[in-house]
Structures are given as C-alpha cells and as structure tokens.
C-alpha cells in the first residue's frame, strides 16, 4: 500500500511541475487570466474531470457528488502581480536549478494550485470518500477582485471547509486579518500664506490623523492581536504661498476576528471629524477553532498553526476554512520568484494526508 501511495506521489508531482511550468510560461495578471484559466481548464479535461467556467475562474466537482455528505473546496488562485524590475531572470520562463523552479507565480500560488489539482485527482479516483470535493482556480486574488472567488461562490452549494492554497510552508495559518481601505476629506478655507487667512486643511487634518495613529480598539483578538491602522498615502495643498483648502489621506485598517468591518467603520466615524469614504467592506478577517478537525488532522501530521498578517481569498469565504500551502510567503511578489520542487512533493502528500480520515 505505501509503495503505490509513493508511487502515485511521484506520478502526481511529475505532472504537477509539469503544469506549474506551463502556468509560469503564460502571463496571468490580475483581470488577465484567460490564458491560464485555458491551461487549467484544458488539464482537467485531459484527465477525464467535467469542468465549469465563468469568466476567467475554472472549477469541478468531484464524481459520485453526493448531498448528504460534506463538501470541502480545494481553492487557490492563478492570477500574478506584474514582475518587478529588480528580476534578473525572464519571470516567464521556467527555470529550475539547485532544486528550485525560478518564474513568475511559481510560489504564489502556482505550487499551491497545482498541489491541489493533484489532490484532487488523487481523491477523485476514489469512489467512497467521506466527503465531496471542489476543486477551484480562481482570478483577480491579487487585487481583491469582485470577478474571482467571490464571483464563482453561489455556484458552489453549501460548503463545509475550505482549504485556500497559499505558500504557508505547509503549516496551518488558522487566523487571517481582513482588510479595509477608507478615504478620507478634510476641508478647510484657501487663503494667501502670508497672511492671516484661511483655514489650513492639513492643520485640520492633524487631530484625525493623530487619532488613527494612536487610537487602541478595547477588544483584542487571541490569535491577531489588535486591529492594525496605518495613514499611508496624503494629498493637499498646490502651491507654496496658498493655503491648502482640502486635505484628503488614506488609512489602510487590518481588522481581526473579534470585530466585523462594519462595526470598525462604525467607530472610526464616530471619532473623526473628517468625510470619511469606504472603499470596500467585504475583506474581514476570518479564523477557525484549534479544535476543528482539520486542525487537529493537521497538529497530529506535525503542523504548527499560526495567526496570518496577510489577506486572501478567505476574506470573501463565510465559512470554516483554513490557509495552508507550499512555498514561503517572504518570497511572494519578489524578484526572480521561486519554488523548491521538493515542496511541491511534500505539498501533495501532506494535502492528502489532511483529508485522509478526515471526519467534518
């Protein structure tokens, strides 16, 4: 029994990296995808799986699709950021050396992708599984796009789990901070600089960014800590000699788990005196139990679990799910991007052993 699981393991990475190199050779940015979702699609078809496609996002259902079972999504995304200029290699060739597959998405989430895919395949063949499978590669992650995962959900039925597939090292990231951007106005009065007149927006501006600086939310989430509120980006002001009549800056809010965005925007509102403009809402942060069984699946296979500082698909997610994947997140959105090809190996067998016996 153990030599053919190893046997298949290999089979399964073989042809893994074999899709991961077509996958880094086809440009995918974000909104652009169609090249891939070809690629994924046309894969998954040659191994005999009935596929769905809307816009640029594939996926399938597992056979012998059963209602009264519970159903886990197998998802991660296909589209990349555009390459930095600091790359010395061609981001779109696939390049292996020393052990490493050098290109563009090969770490995020390229290893991720095709380490589910192969999982998949792998549970697909066996026709009494304790639970149904969704496999899904899905767009516009990167920029947090409303025609990727969200899109795609209310195709899915009722889902129980979700494994999401970013470069986690293969450990289990069991918490994930939200998201949420605001703009905001602060309006003052011009006048000429060397006089007494006007009312100086960026004065104005001063109290409410002092606020967001030092502001401390009372409740503090066991596994994310505080929520995070950092002024990044500021504008006011065309001419040295005239006082700035509008001030506007952007706050970048990293919520946790303890408090909805909605509830956040709440608060933020009734401190400020400043407009202030949301520019979306719908990343919040998620986490799941210690005790839930993929966890626990996960403790026993010598996985740590961690509270994660990044954004992903989960946000869009209302359900349980967890983020695991091959790959190291440091090296995403890096020059001369890269992924060992032992950890897309080990990514497949330790997918599979997560889901083996697992009990939802």
């Known amino acids: 029994m153990q030599t053919t699981f190893v046997s298949n393991i290999t089979q399964l990475t073989t042809e893994a990296v074999d899709l991961l190199k077509s996958l880094i050779a086809t440009p995918s940015f974000s909104k652009e995808e169609d090249k891939t979702a070809d690629l994924i699609a046309n894969y998954l078809i040659s191994k005999n799986i009935q596929i769905h496609r809307q816009l640029n996002n594939v ?5 012998n699709f059963q209602e009264n079972k519970p159903t886990i999504l197998l998802n991660s995304h296909h589209d990349t ?8 290699l061609d981001p779109f060739t696939p390049t292996e050396k020393d052990g490493k597959l050098y290109g563009l998405g090969s770490n995020d989430a390229g290893g991720a992708l095709v380490s589910l895919i192969a999982t998949f395949l792998y549970y697909n063949k066996i026709q009494d599984k304790p639970f149904n499978l969704i496999i899904a590669a899905t767009a516009e992650e990167e920029i947090s796009g409303r025609n990727g995962v969200e899109l795609v959900l209310p195709n899915f039925g009722k889902i129980d789990l979700a494994i999401v597939g970013e470069p986690t ?10 998201l949420m951007v605001i703009d905001c106005t602060v309006k003052g009065r011009a006048g000429h600089a060397a006089r007494n007149e006007g009312e100086n927006a960026i004065y104005k501006a001063l109290k409410d960014i002092d606020w967001f600086r030092n502001y401390r939310f009372p409740k503090v989430s066991e596994m994310l ?13 065309s001419q040295h000699n005239v006082v700035p009549d509008i001030c506007t800056f952007t706050v970048d809010i990293r919520p946790t788990d303890v408090y909805k965005n909605a509830e956040i925007l709440e608060i933020v509102k009734q401190n400020v005196s400043c407009e202030v403009q949301e520019r979306s809402i719908r990343l919040n942060a998620s986490s799941i139990p210690i005790t839930h069984p993929i966890v626990q699946q996960g403790i026993r296979l010598g996985r740590t679990y961690y ?3 990044t954004t992903s698909d989960q946000a869009l997610m209302p359900f349980d799910s967890i983020k695991i994947g091959p790959g190291d997140s440091a090296r995403s959105h890096t020059a001369d991007e890269y992924i060992y090809l032992e950890e897309v190996k080990e990514g497949i067998e330790l997918y599979i052993k997560l889901l083996d016996g697992l009990v939802l």
């Open 59 to 63: 996926w399938a259902f597992s056979t």
């Open 81 to 88: 950021v555009k390459p930095n200029k600091s790359y010395t």
């Open 169 to 178: 090292q293969m450990q289990l990231a069991v918490a994930e901070k939200g």
């Open 225 to 237: 800590g505080d929520v995070k509120m950092t002024v990044t980006i500021i504008n006011a002001g």
């Open 307 to 309: 509270a994660s500082p």
